[in-house]
T-cell receptor
Framework: GNSVTQMEGPVTLSEEAFLTINCTYT??????LFWYVQYPGEGLQLLLK?????DKGSNKGFEATYRKETTSFHLEKGSVQVSDSAVYFC????????????FGTGTRLTVIP | DTEVTQTPKHLVMGMTNKKSLKCEQH?????MYWYKQKAKKPPELMFV???????INESVPSRFSPECPNSSLLNLHLHALQPEDSALYLC???????????????FGPGTRLTVL
């Protein structure tokens, strides 16, 4: 079956610290992988994506690399800002035709000045 | 236009009320979704419409009734809800499923529903 396991939160970092949020997945076939971000009181926004092994998704200083050998898609940012405080969801699309998204449990990030 | 809009932003209703949530997109997407999100949880899929036809109903109680009147609009009709139905209701859209490499889902801002 399909599932996403995400690093438990909450995570609290000081501004300019390095961020890693771990995400591993189980899937049949060759899924596409996504990171979504949800700011307080808002819906989900796609942060970045990768569609095949070794692809690197990047956006707004965030990066994640699709690692098939370790079934991982860890989110990283070199220097976080207060405005990055949000909940981050890792997700996969199993591409079996139903286009269903399977979400991880979410990781709440708080960045303090 | 890469936006999914949802109205209302907030809704408070009693258990005997009938109300509707609305979702609209103008990206030419032919798949639309309703999700329910409880606090501190990921979104849970409720319904999927593909080419205006209901393709997935994730065993949602009949007090939730979806409707897709055309390719741009998606409604969720609510009747006789329970307090535990209070949640953020998210709409999303994407290209219809098929042989695409991936079909990114675009989410709306959500309707925060409180059932008293």
């Amino acid at each position: 079956g399909n599932s996403v396991t995400q690093m438990e939160g909450p995570v609290t970092l000081s501004e300019e610290a390095f961020l890693t949020i771990n995400c591993t997945y189980t899937a049949t076939g060759y899924p596409s992988l996504f990171w979504y971000v949800q700011y307080p009181g808002e819906g989900l926004q796609l942060l970045l994506k990768a569609t095949k092994a070794d692809d690197k998704g990047s956006n707004k200083g965030f990066e994640a690399t699709y690692r098939k050998e370790t079934t991982s898609f860890h989110l990283e940012k070199g220097s976080v800002q207060v405005s990055d405080s949000a909940v981050y969801f890792c997700a996969l699309n199993d591409q079996t035709g139903a286009n269903n998204l399977f979400f991880g449990t979410g990781t709440r990030l708080t960045v303090i000045p | 236009d890469t936006e999914v809009t949802q109205t209302p932003k907030h809704l408070v209703m009693g258990m005997t009320n009938k109300k509707s949530l609305k979702c609209e997109q103008h990206m030419g997407h032919r798949a639309m979704y309703w999700y329910k999100q409880k606090a501190k949880k990921p979104p849970e899929l409720m319904f999927v419409y593909s080419y205006e036809k209901l393709s997935i109903n994730e065993s949602v109680p009949s007090r939730f009734s979806p409707e897709c009147p055309n390719s741009s609009l998606l409604n969720l009709h609510l009747h006789a809800l329970q307090p535990e139905d209070s949640a953020l209701y998210l709409c999303a859209s994407s290209q219809a499923s098929g042989r695409a490499i991936y079909n990114e889902q675009f989410f709306g801002p959500g309707t925060r529903l409180t059932v008293l």
